[in-house]
């Protein structure tokens, strides 16, 4: 659905935009020498196998069920792409709504995407 698309995508954008002028504050990138050292550490972890582990998927769903617009949003990407748990559209699109209703622009943006692209259990 076009129309629902657009109305989400343009609330995450406006949120984000005047969380922007507020702040006034960027950060530039890490440096890349830095990236490299930590990935010649042997006992480096990457986040993203992190993130796969049980223990997080579990404190994630702790944060979600205790009203964590940001975890919430965590879980519905989570469900949407299979990662850590069993990928489940319609279940995402609830916890992104929930994410949303809660203030999160990117859980009102995940929304937005969803329909713009027709994803499954929208």
């Keep these: 659905d076009c129309q ?3 109305w989400h995508l343009w609330a995450a954008a406006d949120e984000v935009a005047r969380e922007a002028e507020m702040q006034a504050d960027i950060q530039l ?4 020498i830095r990236l490299r050292e930590r990935d010649r550490d042997g006992s480096y972890v990457a986040a993203s196998e992190m993130m796969k582990s049980p223990e997080q ?3 994630e769903e702790l944060f979600a069920e205790h009203g964590s617009a940001e975890h919430q949003r965590q879980l519905g990407y989570r469900r949407l792409m299979g990662q850590g748990v069993d990928r489940d559209p319609a279940a995402a699109y609830q916890e992104f709504e929930r994410a949303a ?3 999160d622009e ?3 943006f995940n929304l937005g995407y ?4 027709g994803v499954d259990g929208v």
Excluded: L, R
Excluded at 29 to 32: E, G, S, T
Excluded at 114 to 117: D, E, K, R
């Design 106 to 108: 990117y859980g009102e």
């Design 57 to 59: 998927v579990e404190m």
């Design 114 to 117: 969803m329909h713009m692209y």
């Design 29 to 32: 990138p890490i440096d890349a």
């Design 4 to 6: 629902a698309a657009v």
């Design 101 to 103: 209703a809660g203030g």
